[in-house]
């Protein structure tokens, strides 16, 4: 689950329609593309709005599937958060990128990067501000991967200088930077 922040309670917002998810497609697909890392491959990946998840968003079996009602979105309302649907998709299109183009994610940088395998089931470390851009990127390597490459797309490839001083964090950026670089490049590896 990507970057959540407190939030005055809209409830309309915690349900998706067709064109809320639309919308954030479209934004996040033109980002992608501005940054060059939309491959052809990718056109294949369908975002689908399904009816009900209780337990999370989802990458599976090679689309994407967004609820119109989540478990996730019920806790946001419920809490007084919210979560971009832009940063949702950011970030299952980061698993997306990873599984369509797998040389990256398993490669020795990655773990030289994370810290752990790509598929890991186990987090490298506790939840830590110094190495984590968010509470869920200590879940596992492959999330920690999904909350950069969400960032790193929202901020069009320039890392915020807040993060920019934390040396771990710098680290896993300049790896989804440079798989960025060689996916622009046309390479589906480094
Ligand atoms: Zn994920």
Request: aromatic share 10%; with cysteine.
């Amino acid at each position: 689950m990507p970057y959540s922040r407190k939030a005055t309670r809209q409830p309309r917002r915690h349900f998706v329609g067709i064109r809320d998810l639309d919308e954030a497609n479209w934004k996040v697909t033109n980002e992608m593309a501005a940054l060059r890392v939309w491959t052809d491959e990718l056109h294949e990946v369908e975002v689908r709005l399904v009816p009900l998840s209780l337990d999370c968003y989802g990458w599976n079996q090679g689309h994407i599937h967004i609820p119109r009602v989540s478990g996730a979105q019920l806790f946001d309302l419920w809490h007084g958060f919210h979560t971009r649907l832009t940063d949702i998709l950011r970030h299952e299109l980061a698993h997306a990128v990873a599984d369509i183009h797998p040389d990256f994610v398993d490669s020795s940088r990655f773990v030289r990067c994370f810290g752990g395998g790509h598929d890991d089931d186990d987090p490298v470390l506790e939840y830590d501000p110094r190495h984590h851009v968010t509470r869920y990127a200590s879940v596992r390597p492959c999330e920690d991967f999904a909350e950069i490459f969400h960032l790193y797309l929202r901020h069009q490839g320039r890392l915020p200088q807040r993060l920019a001083v934390k040396k771990p964090i710098l680290k896993k950026w300049e790896f989804v930077h440079r798989m960025a670089v060689r996916l622009a490049a046309g390479k589906c590896g480094f």
